[in-house]
């Protein structure tokens, strides 16, 4: 990692210490093990302190709960196989590499980027893979899944280092969750607890509250975030990364799975290419005819045609969904390029990409355990509801306000990765001292998402940081969590600088943030 670092600015060489100092970490299997392991020695002795706090929202004192105790130590063994079953990347990630496995080993992926590379201007990949990640929120989680890989391997494929393709589209991922040109799950999802925040202090103003609240600065910010992210990428990032060397990927990467993807498309490969196009086409008028009519089986049943979409079981399952949008052409393309015999070539391509997934399998485990025992311990609600009085009492009003309430989110976030538990535990604290303030819910809850997307990509809490090591892992293999941070800590800066600017700007304005939704709260 020391190509192209000759000249160092104040800028690299805070990025180099960062990595110097992440990298003295453990492997990432082993500090999500070693964190599990304070979590349970800090239940233990901040319930022996008595440290409680009062629910927010709720008459409830919360107590930190001691893990070490016999009921506790029974927790730990009894639950240690649902906190690895349940955890939450490992389901989505394995069930997408399935349909994603058999569009890789056929060969598809290998001739689209070929296509892709070949016909694209080679100045905006970097920007169309920001753009492409932020969009990708409306696949869920899928986004973190799909698209890194892939931008690793475009940035393989023009000759650039992989990690920086990798960086750029983790960045659009991470933003996207709050940032789109159109309506997601997140939105759904964030308005319902802002606006069961904000009838505890009114009720009349809550019911004009909808989903669409934020729209009009998240439809804004994907243009922004875009532009702020190539910048990123292609002037901070990759000149530090510096040039790639393959002798950096990890032993076992195997010359049979090389590609040489800046050579012509064959005339089989071209009429592989339309065929799983053609698939792709009707795969996806089958998907959509599953809840876009009124009486289709996937479709929602309560509010307006828009919430009958949104809130619809159709959305709760993108992840198999697209997983057979993967497998559907993968297995077109294998059939017409013969690179797909049989029922057992399907199998076997299934199972190899199983295998590479053994490492974030193991991940999967260690951090299962720490995000269970965290969550037990009640230390996540301890740190937010104290992290919100330190604020309050900072007394601080109008755009200080704003700033500082983003600065709590975003510390809270290294801590909570989870945005909608986060935004459970805060909104209910938030929302109604804003209120107060003059602020409305719908400023409050975009201040919230800001914070939370910006600095979701350096912390190893994020519950898709352990596979996005992976991903990285089979470019770089002594990569480590140091080395992820240092990459992604130019960009977490930038868009928390930036967006938070465009967000003030915003306010001073006096812009709507959605349909109905002003800045200022008059009750």
């Known amino acids: 990692m020391e190509n192209g670092r000759s ?102 992926i290998s001739a689209a980027l070929r296509g892709f590379v070949l016909s694209i201007p080679k100045s905006l990949i970097t920007a169309g893979l920001v753009f492409a ?15 890194p890989p892939l931008g690793a391997v475009i940035f393989l494929a023009l000759g650039r280092h992989p990690i920086a393709g990798l960086a750029a589209a983790f960045a659009g991922v991470s933003a996207g969750f709050s940032a789109n040109l159109l309506i997601s799950g997140t939105d759904v999802m964030l308005a319902e607890l802002s606006t069961a925040a904000a ?68 005339k089989v490969e071209k009429k592989g290419l339309w065929a799983a196009f053609i698939s792709v086409v009707i795969g996806l008028g089958l998907a959509l005819s599953l809840v876009v009519f009124p009486n289709s089986p996937m479709r929602g049943t309560e509010g307006t045609y828009m919430d009958t979409i949104i809130q619809s079981p159709f959305m709760s399952s993108l992840v198999p969904i697209i997983a057979i949008l993967f497998f559907i052409p993968g297995l077109v393309f294998g059939m017409v390029t013969r690179s797909i015999k049989n029922d057992k070539d399907v199998a076997n391509q299934m199972s190899k990409t199983m295998a590479s997934m053994g490492m974030f399998i193991v991940l999967a485990f260690t951090a299962g355990q720490f995000v269970a025992y965290f969550n037990e311990s009640n230390l996540g609600l301890v740190i937010g509801v104290n992290g919100a009085d330190l604020l309050e009492n900072l007394n601080l009003t109008g755009i200080p306000l704003i700033i500082g309430f983003m600065v709590v989110t975003a510390f809270i976030n290294l801590f909570i990765g989870s945005a909608s538990a986060k935004w459970a535990m805060m909104a209910p604290i938030f929302i109604p001292i804003m209120m107060q303030l003059g602020y409305s819910p719908e400023l409050t809850t975009m201040a919230y998402r800001v914070a939370d997307s910006s600095t979701n990509i350096i ?42 600017v465009m967000l003030i700007v915003w306010m001073l304005i006096g812009l709507p943030l959605g349909p109905g939704a002003p800045i200022h709260y008059e009750g």
Request: charged letters at 15%.
């Open 459 to 500: 912390t190893p809490l994020m519950t898709y940081f352990a596979i996005i090591i992976a991903f990285a892992q089979q470019y770089v293999r002594n990569i480590g969590i140091g080395t992820l941070i240092s990459v992604m800590l130019p960009y977490s800066i930038c868009f928390f600088v930036f967006w938070a």
């Open 133 to 147: 990640g932020i969009m990708s929120s409306l696949a869920s989680d899928a986004g973190y899944v799909v698209l």
């Open 199 to 266: 009838q505890t202090i009114d009720p009349a103003y809550a019911e004009t509250m909808n989903v669409t609240m934020n729209w009009f600065f998240i439809a804004a910010s994907v243009f922004m975030l875009t532009l702020v992210g190539w910048f990123v990428s292609d002037k901070i990032v990759e000149p530090r990364l510096g040039k790639y060397n393959s002798a950096d990927a990890p032993e076992d990467a195997g010359d049979d799975e090389a590609e040489d993807y800046m050579a012509p498309l064959t």
């Open 7 to 108: 000249k160092k600015g104040l800028l690299q060489k805070f990025l180099d210490f960062v990595e110097w100092l992440g990298n003295k970490l453990p492997h990432p299997v082993t500090l999500f093990a070693i964190l599990a392991g304070l979590t349970l020695l800090a239940s233990w002795l901040f319930a022996s302190m008595g440290v409680s706090v009062q629910h927010p929202g709720e008459e409830e004192t919360v107590s930190v709960t001691n893990l070490l105790n016999g009921e506790g130590i029974n927790y730990i063994f009894s639950t240690m196989t649902d906190n690895f079953i349940n955890f939450a990347p490992l389901g989505v990630v394995l069930v997408t590499m399935l349909g994603i496995g058999v569009a890789e080993h056929s060969g598809l």
